[in-house]
């Protein structure tokens, strides 16, 4: 599917920075930048590298300032936007046509020249090429002109202008980093700028450092006569260059079209976010092997967002190399029935404060061995599975503990153990300490997962009995007959009676805890309270804590995370639990197609091609936090697997 956007996309430099597009390259290195080419935040970045894979970042070019001249007429064509209003670029007023299906595509016009201009990284390098291709149908000679704004900074930090920048005829050098390059162009050098104040206009609605600085020290440029045509290409990498922008752009085309052949769904949107996916798996070095990075631009790997992202990205679209290595790394790092929720990176040991990741890792395993009939990794990772089991019915840390009654509790002081885990300060937004639904969920789901896989691999577990108590006393305890649907914590308080979108992973999983009459009442309760078409709602509207927009300074984000705000993921857990109790006959699948179809205008909106993180709870009309999830996508892949 190839995304257009036209100049009603950007009739203001505002509406012009509502979208970006992401290239990733496999190692935790990204480019990015707005439809109009501008930074519109910190993060954005024509080459932000990973310099130790995936986390170790740095922003090395920030962006490109542009300029065209036709004769004595010179314009600007980027767009970056300054504190100081005066110094704002304006090229996107000559911008016909921004495109995305693999790499993006700018197509600008004036008085008769034509400038295509092309992005693209290489997977597995940190390397940026940028390809110029100009028409210059004009009766005067055009010159178009290239100025990298350099940083150099680890990701997040600012350019001070003590910092210095050394350059030679391959490479430019600045804060230990080296970075080469190649043109076709004239290069011009013996000159300094720093350039003050550009504007983030996304951080600052956001409450984020809002303001940064970049450096230049070298201009490219290109001369075509009247009546000529030329194309001009820079490339920039972190390793010595063996390559050309156009060799690049074919290798990415035929790149993404291999992911979508070995995924093997024909649905359009489908398609489009198995590409997504990809951009989400990265070299982890520490470990030597996969990883799955939890969002851009914000996030880095996570045991919990990677067990759920894992099932999508990686299962569902026919990764299944990946998917083994990354259960094999996470099953090294299991210590007392706990796998890490954020990987060590140097010296630094693991976290562990999860409850969620190793249930979440048991079933993961059952998917790729469901997908992949493969039993000699199954009898590799099974004493890790036998032993968060084991370490959960007996009691392991943050007061993770199978209660007398077979259900679990999780939780205790100020750690917060599951995907609902703001804390800010020693307050807690959304507490769920206790019995959570979900986790419970997925504990009944392990048990009987073991129960089938033990007999795989010649293993007695004894499980059963304890898997049909867990199952009567969740029935028993989590059901509220008076609401027609779970409670969401046990927990003695008002959180118990609190309509959230938790519940739904007691329908979705595999193995079912309640009977079909009651599996259908929570689908259609979560239809009625919490749907829309990107996303559940995390707490019903009713609610006196619902909080329904999401932005502002840290703590005004924090304490609307999960008080309502909606998050793309669990809409896959409703779509699977709507199949599961309606059934996955003709007219169930068109009302799905049809609602899914939703997300081709999610897809369109903040980063092309990609699902975002959450959105308002009140009126979900634009994307917020995470322009690119993994775990949103993921999610929704499962969905068209199924269908």
């Known amino acids: 599917m190839r995304f257009v956007y036209g100049k009603q996309d950007w009739r203001t430099r505002e509406r012009g920075q ?206 075509m006569e009247a009546h000529s045509e030329a194309e001009l290409e820079l490339v920039y990498s972190m390793e010595p260059i063996t390559t050309h922008a156009k060799e690049l752009l074919e290798e990415e085309v035929q790149y993404r079209k291999d992911l979508v052949k070995v995924a093997g769904l024909s649905h359009p949107l489908a398609e489009v976010l198995v590409k997504a996916a990809n951009q989400f798996v990265a070299r982890r070095d520490s470990t030597g092997g996969k990883t799955i990075l939890a969002g851009f631009p914000f996030f880095e790997d996570w045991g919990r967002d990677t067990m759920i992202a894992m099932a999508g990205c990686c299962i569902s679209t026919g990764q299944t190399e990946t998917a083994a290595s990354i259960l094999r790394i996470f099953a090294s790092y299991c210590k007392d029935g706990l796998m890490p929720n954020l990987f060590p990176e140097g010296e630094n040991q693991p976290a562990y404060n999860t409850v969620d990741a190793s249930l979440l890792f048991i079933y993961a395993v059952y998917l790729y061995y469901k997908k992949t009939g493969d ?167 009713e609610d006196e804590e619902f909080r329904g927009s999401y932005g502002g300074e840290a703590l005004c984000r924090d304490l609307a995370y999960h008080q309502g705000t909606v998050w793309v993921f669990p809409l896959g857990a409703y779509y699977q639990a709507y199949l599961k109790v309606y059934g996955k006959h003709a007219q169930s699948r068109v009302i799905l197609i049809r609602q899914l179809e939703a997300m081709e205008s999610a897809l369109r909106e903040g980063c092309v091609g990609q699902l975002p993180e959450i959105y308002d709870g009140k009126t979900p009309t634009a994307s917020r936090g995470c322009f690119a999830q993994a775990w949103s996508v993921g999610e929704i892949l499962r969905v068209f697997e199924e269908i």
């Not at 300094?192 to 970049?214: I, K, M, V």
């Not at 009944?444 to 010649?458: S, T």
Request: charged share 25%.
């Open 18 to 223: 509502e979208n970006c597009y992401l290239l990733t390259n496999g190692l935790g290195g990204f480019s990015s930048s707005t439809i109009i080419g501008s930074a519109s935040r910190n993060d954005h970045s024509f080459l932000m590298a990973a310099v130790k894979a995936p986390n170790h970042r740095y922003q090395m070019i920030h962006c490109l300032k542009e300029t065209l001249r036709i004769g004595e007429n010179m314009v600007t064509l980027s767009s970056q936007e300054y504190v100081e209003k005066s110094k704002n670029e304006d090229g996107y007023l000559y911008l016909d046509s921004f495109s995305f299906e693999d790499y993006p595509r700018w197509e600008f016009r004036l008085k008769g020249v034509e400038v295509c201009k092309s992005i693209v990284m290489k997977q597995g390098s940190n390397l940026t090429a940028v390809l110029y291709q100009i028409s210059n149908r004009s009766g005067q000679t055009a010159h178009l002109q290239i100025t990298p704004q350099l940083q150099f900074v680890p990701k997040g930090r600012t350019l001070e202008r003590e910092q210095v920048f050394e350059m030679d005829e391959e490479s430019i050098r600045s804060n230990g980093q080296t970075l080469y390059y190649r043109t076709n162009g004239k290069v011009e050098t013996g000159f300094t700028e720093f350039c003050e104040q550009l504007y983030y206009a996304y951080d600052a609605c956001d409450g984020r450092h809002s303001e940064g600085n970049t450096y230049a020290n070298h201009r490219v440029s290109i001369e």
């Open 375 to 541: 039993g000699t990794l199954l009898e590799e990772l099974w004493p890790v599975m036998a032993d968060i089991i084991k370490c959960y019915q007996k009691g392991t840390h943050y007061g993770i503990h199978m209660d007398e009654d077979g259900l679990l509790m999780a939780g205790e002081g100020l750690d917060q153990v599951t995907w609902m885990d703001v804390r800010v300060g020693e307050r807690l937004p959304t507490p769920r300490h206790g019995k959570p639904v979900e986790i419970n969920a997925y504990w009944y789901n392990a048990l009987c997962i073991m129960e089938e896989l033990g007999a795989v691999v010649g293993e007695t577990t004894n499980l059963a009995a304890l898997a049909k108590k867990v199952k009567q006393n969740f029935t028993k305890k989590f059901w509220n007959e008076k609401k027609g649907c779970l409670r969401d914590v046990l927990c003695g308080t008002k959180a118990e009676e609190q309509i959230r979108c938790n519940q739904i992973w007691a329908v979705s999983l595999p193995f079912s805890l309640l009977d079909p009459e009651k599996e259908r009442q929570i689908v259609d309760l979560v239809f009625e309270k919490l749907y829309t078409p990107y996303g559940l709602r995390t707490l019903e509207m």
